[in-house]
């Protein structure tokens, strides 16, 4: 019998963007068994032990806050996935932390590791927090900030240099998205799965409304360039809520309100049941977005 084809994902977002939360979340269903309908079953880890693993879903259990550091064995973090005809897909999370993506930005540096990933991944799996976009700022906000229009004075010593950090999260994402189509990296992939993390806070304020949607508004550069962009990339957007509401800030407990809802969250009897995956119809299947990245 001959081995099936193998697929490759890379999960990729700028820091805090909810990777570590989703792969808490993605190694308590599979390691689990949690959800028997998934389109991914959990098949071997490479070159890695489970101990990072096990503490970030312990924590994602607490509803605590995830700790961003960078891993003891060398910044990746690597799985094989099989689908129910036996094939693997290799799952691989370069740098939780997120730096190797923001580096690519910031110095147009790439690490040799994970480049060396990307050049042979079949998808990109892109992480962007739905609550925490940096917006453009506007010519006349930036005029009244600076001549104290907007009610008080204008801000006090030297103007702060511009840091590459400040830039449109948008901006962001859109040049990192080209930097895999550089003559350096060339990366193959042509897939791209959008992650719109923390998607219960836009449900909060915005019900009923789509992931395209929300990309569409808030994201404007970003979906323009997907939408019209000449490196053609096949594109679908989700919606997810990994965490299921609020989790437990380290050294925070004042929040009578947020200590309710991390409550209401650890008292789920399946800690599954928080997770909230718009598809775009709702499920609860953390493996969706890899499969259909390596159809």
């Known amino acids: 019998m001959t081995e099936k084809s193998q697929g490759s994902v890379v999960?990729?977002?700028?820091?805090?963007?909810?990777?570590?939360?989703?792969?808490?979340a993605l190694w308590y269903v599979i390691s689990e068994k949690r959800d028997p309908n998934a389109r991914l079953k959990f098949d071997s880890l490479i070159g890695?032990?489970?101990?990072?693993?096990?503490?970030?879903?312990?924590?994602?259990?607490?509803?605590?806050?995830?700790?961003?550091?960078?891993?003891?064995?060398?910044?990746?973090?690597?799985?094989?996935?099989?689908?129910g005809a036996g094939r693997k897909v290799c799952m691989t999370f370069p740098d939780l932390s997120g730096e190797s993506f923001q580096e690519m930005w910031e110095k147009r540096e790439c690490d040799p590791g994970l480049a060396e990933f990307l050049r042979k991944c079949d998808?990109?799996?892109?992480?962007?927090h739905a609550d925490k976009i940096r917006r453009p700022?506007?010519?006349?906000e930036t005029t009244r900030h600076a001549t104290g229009l907007a009610g008080g004075a204008a801000a006090a010593g030297p103007p702060r240099d511009w840091d590459p950090k400040d830039a449109p999260t948008a901006v962001q994402l859109v040049e990192m998205l080209q930097m895999l189509r550089c003559e350096a990296l060339q990366a193959p992939a042509r897939?791209?799965?959008?992650?719109?993390?923390?998607?219960?806070?836009?449900?909060?304020?915005?019900?009923?409304i789509t992931p395209e949607q929300y990309l569409a508004a808030e994201l404007p550069l970003l979906d323009q360039y997907l939408r019209h962009g000449l490196d053609r990339w096949d594109v679908r957007v989700y919606g997810l809520s990994a965490q299921g509401g609020d989790f437990e800030r380290d050294g925070?407990?004042?929040d009578e309100d947020r200590n309710k809802k991390v409550a209401g969250i650890r008292a789920l009897e399946d800690a599954s049941d928080r997770i909230r995956?718009?598809?775009?119809?709702?499920?609860?299947?953390?493996?969706e977005p890899i499969a259909w990245l390596t159809e």
């Open 48 to 83: 890695f032990d489970h101990k990072h693993l096990n503490e970030i879903m312990r924590r994602w259990l607490q509803a605590k806050e995830q700790i961003h550091t960078e891993l003891a064995s060398g910044k990746i973090v690597s799985m094989n996935l099989k689908d």
């Open 11 to 24: 999960i990729c977002g700028l820091p805090e963007s909810g990777k570590t939360t989703y792969l808490a």
């Open 277 to 287: 995956l718009l598809v775009p119809e709702l499920s609860k299947d953390l493996t």
């Open 252 to 254: 925070k407990t004042d």
């Open 123 to 128: 998808g990109i799996l892109m992480f962007v």
């Open 191 to 208: 897939k791209l799965a959008v992650v719109l993390s923390a998607w219960d806070k836009v449900e909060e304020d915005e019900q009923g």
């Open 137 to 140: 700022i506007g010519v006349a």
